[in-house]
């Protein structure tokens, strides 16, 4: 049998996808013939891509790294996806799964305050979100209602960070 990790971190979009795939022999003999297949799935599981690694024989106790290099823009753009490794030996197979992030310089309104009281200050608060692998510095908005416009006190945000802004009107 074999002992087998799979990594893949989050990236931005144009950047390289390190698919890096260990895999120990734990058997008590070697193993002849050993591969593996990398798809690569969008958000409803459709293959968009296939990487495959090179057929080697490994010995009792020993250990593989691989290591396939992928450029994100050839992906469909920003957004989740799955990277499912399917590893083959002396007819055996195991599977194995990893979600991962592509982004791009954006960030993405939630949710924002909808009701006002009248002759009041009112509090308007956005919820945004990051959808950059990076952190983004001097996020604001410049809010416009009617005739009468207000900007919220700048922020940063992390990768993937969700914030609430908050202005007054």
């Known amino acids: 049998y074999i002992d087998a990790s799979f990594t893949v971190d989050d990236v931005n979009l144009g950047e390289n996808l390190f698919f890096v795939l260990e895999v120990i022999n734990r058997g008590t003999q070697g193993i002849n013939q050993m591969s593996a297949i990398i798809n690569i799935l969008d958000i409803v599981n459709t293959k968009l891509h296939t990487l495959q690694t090179e057929k080697i024989a490994l010995a ?66 956005i919820v945004i979100e990051s959808i950059w692998n990076s952190k983004i510095d001097n996020i604001f908005a410049k809010v416009k209602i009617s005739d009468s416009e207000f900007q919220t006190p700048s922020t940063s945000l992390d990768k993937w960070e969700r914030k609430n802004l908050r202005g007054f009107w």
């Open 60 to 125: 009792k106790e020993q250990r593989h790294k691989s290591e396939l290099v992928f450029n994100s823009s050839r992906l469909e753009g920003q957004g989740p996806y799955k990277a499912e490794v399917s590893i083959f030996f002396d007819g055996e197979a195991k599977v194995i799964e990893k979600q991962f992030k592509v982004g791009r310089l954006d960030v993405n309104i939630l949710n924002h305050t909808e009701t006002f009281e009248k002759d009041k200050i009112n509090p308007f608060d």
